[in-house]
């Protein structure tokens, strides 16, 4: 039992990391007279801490590049490709059906010339690229890594997973005019953030999130050295999804507005069913496969 408290390292990692943003953030919008809001220097100071995080957990568990899952380079890149493909087609036929739903509609208000769609096809990649070389190398490399260290592989794929979906929700929403600042405003936001992951409208959201990171999670654990896939499978996911909020409005009158939640208006319980469903394949092919063995191991 005592192994399974080691799941509880990354929410320390997380909490030490968010408290330094907290600091930071008042730091720097005092020494900079810096006019941004405190909630958003925290959430990228704090993500900035995270990533900064990998070199010293690196060297303290002595992982190689290998366990990490970087391939070399010929091999790392090739993956991008295969699993930006492999993101099209698995979240493409979400936004057909949002479409065919009425779910989504054309927004009309855009320009819709072709120098117009370039440029959004070109900025929102890289932005895309971007998160998931944030996000990838955190989630399913060095903390999903360091689990396997200490638990078996499948736990290890769902906790990484709970860690990455619950991140996106860590977030407070309340402004504090620059005047009524402290040292201490950061953790008042804090509190607040913690306070949100409670809020059951966000449920639908941290589901489909949830699968996302067990489905990247099984994909990195498949295939050996395959950071470069997940990689390449989620800023083709996240690609997609900042081209439909630039194409495409969501039609709050439809009938089927269920099915996605108000996060993005794509995740939601239609993501959730169809990433399900290639999830339980592989787990219930797995587990039949574990079981097979052992009782080969037994007779």
Avoid at 205 to 214: C, D, H, R
Avoid at 237 to 250: C, D, E, G, R, S
Avoid at 263 to 291: C, K, N, Q
Wanted: charged residues 10%; hydrophobic residues 55%; glycine residues 6%.
């Amino acid at each position: 039992m005592s192994r399974y408290l080691y799941a509880l390292v990354p929410l320390l990692v997380l909490l030490a990391a968010i408290s330094l943003a907290c600091i930071a953030g008042y730091l720097i919008i005092q020494g900079f007279d810096a006019d941004v809001p405190l909630r958003k220097i925290v959430r990228k100071s704090t993500q900035l801490f995270l990533l900064l995080s990998i070199i010293p957990a690196m060297f303290y568990l002595k992982l190689s590049k290998q366990e990490l899952g970087f391939a070399e380079k010929p091999v790392f890149f090739k993956q991008l490709l295969q699993g930006f493909a492999l993101g099209f087609l698995t979240l493409m036929p979400v936004f057909i059906m949002l479409y065919l739903l009425g779910i989504n509609i054309v927004d009309t208000s855009q320009p819709w010339t072709w120098a117009w769609i370039i440029q959004k096809l070109s900025i929102e990649l890289l932005l895309a690229l971007l998160i998931s070389l944030f996000e990838e190398p955190i989630f399913r490399g060095i903390l999903l890594a360091g689990l396997i260290r200490k638990l078996p592989v499948m736990p290890a794929v769902f906790i990484t997973a709970f860690y990455y979906a619950i991140l996106h929700f860590l977030d407070s929403k309340t402004p504090i005019p620059k005047q009524n600042l402290d040292v201490f405003s950061g953790f008042q936001l804090l509190g607040e953030a913690f306070i949100n992951l409670l809020n059951p409208d966000i449920l639908a959201a941290f589901s489909s999130l949830f699968l996302v990171g067990i489905f990247l999670g099984l994909l990195r654990t498949r295939v050996p050295a395959s950071l470069g896939l997940c990689i390449g499978c989620h800023t083709s996911w996240v690609w997609q999804i900042k081209m439909n909020k630039n194409l495409f409005n969501t039609d709050y009158h439809s009938d089927y507005l269920y099915l996605v939640s108000s996060y993005d208006g794509v995740i939601g319980l239609l993501v959730t069913l169809w990433l399900a469903i290639p999830i339980v394949v592989y787990l219930s092919s797995w587990y039949a496969g574990a079981y097979r063995q052992q009782s080969e191991n037994h007779s």
